[in-house]
């Protein structure tokens, strides 16, 4: 498709306090459009906001939380009159194996990726109609490849690939545009933690090229806003996963056979992999948690 330009535009994005969502926000108000952010980390969000070219606000909302999300859709609404594209890229990671992991961590990561995504699109989607606007639903290479010691991230961005390709079929005719972006390992606080632990950081380094490789952030998020441009059915934040759609068939038996020796040789150290969500995204998301109950 052509270029739709974001100037006047309302943008929601969801997990904007920092990492993706944080350098979407500034690179989607440098190009005019209007932003509002979404998140747990208030004091966070109102620093995002205060660096902001454009008009934006902020709210604080757990993705998860259906009534919180209505909302936060109604108020952005009265806010701003409108809304033309909403990002749902609020996410969390867990690593380390499935069977010794914290069941509470492993069902978040669930909760937030894939539930929240849903939530997300439940609240917005009727204002989106009325703009005929966009939908970006944030996945990862994880949607397109297994990997071990990620099964609830794999699990949830498979999960999230899958809603949006479904709920593309659903809305198109009604003018929403609905996309899916995909993002290798990213210099970001979630990447960043996992490679804190040493089994986990050893896993992405062994993986072979270019996907064992941490990529800038900056340019991963121009490709994404460009992809918004476009109102792209597929968003590809490193060059190379748009190829990767052509071979993700074997990719599975693939990864099974090479991933069991990797984990072979791994299984003595794999009982110090941290338990809990990664990164300052995680410890944020966990301490909210804790707040509300």
């Known amino acids: 498709m052509s270029r739709v330009g974001l100037d006047g535009q309302v943008a929601v994005v969801t997990g904007a306090a920092r990492g993706v969502g944080e350098t979407l926000a500034r690179k989607l108000s440098a190009r005019g459009a209007r932003v509002a952010l979404v998140g747990l980390e208030a004091d966070e969000l109102k620093d995002v906001a205060s660096r902001l070219h454009t008009e934006c606000e902020h709210w604080y909302a757990d993705v998860t939380d259906h009534e919180a999300m209505v909302r936060v859709a109604g108020e952005v609404k009265r806010r701003f009159g409108k809304v033309d594209i909403v990002v749902a890229n609020a996410g969390v990671a867990a690593g380390g194996p499935f069977l010794d992991s914290d069941p509470a961590a492993w069902r978040r990561v669930i909760e937030v990726n894939l539930v929240g995504g849903a939530v997300t699109a439940r609240a917005f989607l009727p204002v989106l109609m009325e703009s005929r606007g966009y939908f970006l639903q944030i996945a990862s290479l994880a949607a397109i490849t297994p990997a071990p010691l990620m099964t609830a991230y794999c699990a949830s961005k498979s999960g999230v690939e899958a809603f949006a390709h479904s709920l593309r079929a659903e809305v198109r005719h009604k003018g929403v545009r609905v996309g899916v972006g995909y993002l290798s390992w990213t210099d970001t606080d979630m990447v960043r933690g996992a490679d804190e632990d040493e089994v986990m950081r050893e896993m992405r380094q062994g993986l072979p090229w270019p996907a064992g490789k941490t990529y800038p952030l900056?340019?991963?998020?121009?490709?994404?806003?460009?992809?918004?441009?476009?109102?792209?059915?597929?968003?590809?934040?490193?060059?190379?996963?748009?190829?990767?759609?052509?071979?993700?068939?074997?990719?599975?038996?693939?990864?099974?056979?090479?991933?069991?020796?990797r984990m072979r040789g791994l299984e003595p150290r794999l009982g110090a992999v941290a338990r809990g969500l990664l990164g300052a995204g995680g410890a944020a998301d966990e301490q909210g948690r804790t707040q509300r109950n």
């Not at 121009?222 to 990767?244: D, F, K, N, P, T």
């Not at 068939?249 to 990864?255: D, T």
């Open 218 to 261: 900056g340019p991963a998020a121009e490709r994404i806003v460009s992809g918004i441009e476009r109102r792209s059915a597929h968003v590809y934040a490193q060059w190379w996963l748009r190829g990767m759609r052509s071979v993700r068939g074997s990719l599975p038996g693939l990864v099974a056979t090479v991933g069991s020796r």
